[in-house]
């Protein structure tokens, strides 16, 4: 299939890199495709990135039916893009588009696509270290319908946006409270695809969260309120006897790239790793008797987020003595360093455009 590139007449001014936030300074381009049944994907192009209109009635806005994925690419120091993991994210997002009955992706053809309008948007991607452009991939369900089920159309985007360093202030430890009243997933519902749904489904414990002074809530698993699933919208680690443990995909955790990531580093580095189920009192008795020594959580936006503080009900542990521990201070400057080019690629991670 071929792209059609249409330039936008007018483009906007990327802020410098100290006024960075996340999430809105977009680039001036989008690229979009249309999935019908009798044409399959089709009218691929990049145009200007602008507003458009779809019917009130669009699936997509009574019934949730949409998926997504968040990546970034990196500019290093000899001026090269980097991709990281890429492909990764486009096989995970067929595995959410089956999971929600979305048609899947010819995925060599989305990576070129999502490439070239890279390329294009290339004055976009900001420079300063931990700065990057954030990738977000999108399929909505566009039949003007109210009846109940999949949609017959659907529309795919991929838009752009530079973000600010996310450690700007500092590798700060966060403090995370575990909700004793949500639940964020339960297996065999949509918990491991990336669907909006769940997003929405987390807020009203995040709102709380906040409330009460903490930055993320740690989710248990739906069915015995028991065992640690993910904190926010990142998996978690727990480094215990010095092994490094992190809960099993148990079909309500989100897949995450960057948990394979430092699963597989961690291995490369002689770690004894344990994917397995982990409950929270586990946790709280590994840190009375001092065998928890870190806890972080990893995801694209912040690579790794070290967490200093954990709250459960009346009962409160900390972690570490208020700095980043070792570990996983290691992580963050191994996968920045393959991200921004500063280290070599041992693990065939990144893709370099152009
Ligand atoms: C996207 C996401 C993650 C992190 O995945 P990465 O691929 O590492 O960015 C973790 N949990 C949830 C719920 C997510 O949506």
Redesign the pocket.
């Known amino acids: 299939m071929e792209i059609k590139v249409t330039r936008a007449t007018q483009t906007g001014t990327r802020p410098k890199d100290a006024d960075l936030g996340f999430g809105t300074a977009f680039t001036d381009h989008m690229f979009v495709m249309e999935y019908a049944m009798d044409k399959g994907w089709h009218d691929a192009r990049i145009e200007p990135f602008s507003d458009f209109s779809m019917s009130p009635a669009a699936m997509v806005f009574h019934y949730g039916q949409a998926i997504f994925e968040?990546l970034k690419a990196y500019k290093t120091a000899d001026n090269k893009i980097h991709l990281f993991r890429a492909r990764d994210n486009f096989k995970r997002m067929n595995r959410s588009a089956k999971g929600l009955c979305i048609p899947e992706l010819d995925i060599d053809f989305v990576l070129d696509a999502l490439k070239q309008l890279v390329k294009l948007e290339e004055r976009w991607i900001p420079e300063t270290l931990g700065t990057s452009l954030y990738i977000r991939p999108f399929i909505i369900a566009t039949d003007p319908f109210l009846g109940v089920r999949s949609s017959y159309t659907f529309k795919f985007f991929i838009i752009l946006c530079s973000v600010g360093a996310y450690y700007a202030e500092g590798f700060n430890p966060v403090k995370i409270w575990v909700s004793k009243d949500h639940v964020r997933a339960v297996r065999g519902g949509v918990g491991e695809f990336?669907t909006a749904g769940?997003y929405a489904a987390s807020l009203s414990a995040g709102e709380q969260a906040k409330k009460q002074g903490f930055a993320q809530v740690m989710w248990l698993d739906a069915l015995e309120m028991k065992y640690i699933e993910?904190v926010g919208?990142?998996?978690i680690f727990f480094i215990i006897n010095g092994e490094l443990v992190t809960p099993n995909l148990s079909g309500s955790i989100?897949p995450?790239?960057?948990?394979y990531s430092v699963i597989a580093l961690a291995q490369k580095w002689g770690m004894t790793v344990s994917e397995r189920k982990i409950s929270i009192d586990e946790i709280f008795s590994a840190s009375e008797n001092g065998t928890l020594t870190e806890v972080f959580g990893?995801?694209?936006a912040a690579v790794i987020s070290p967490v200093g503080e954990i709250r459960y009900g009346e009962k409160t542990i900390h972690i570490g003595d208020g700095t980043p521990g070792k570990t996983a201070m290691k992580f963050y400057d191994a996968l920045t360093a393959i991200q921004y080019g500063t280290a070599e690629d041992t693990e065939n991670w990144v893709e370099v455009i152009g």
Do not use: D, F, P
């Open positions: 968040g990336k769940n993910e919208a990142m998996n989100l995450g790239i960057t948990r990893s995801g694209t």
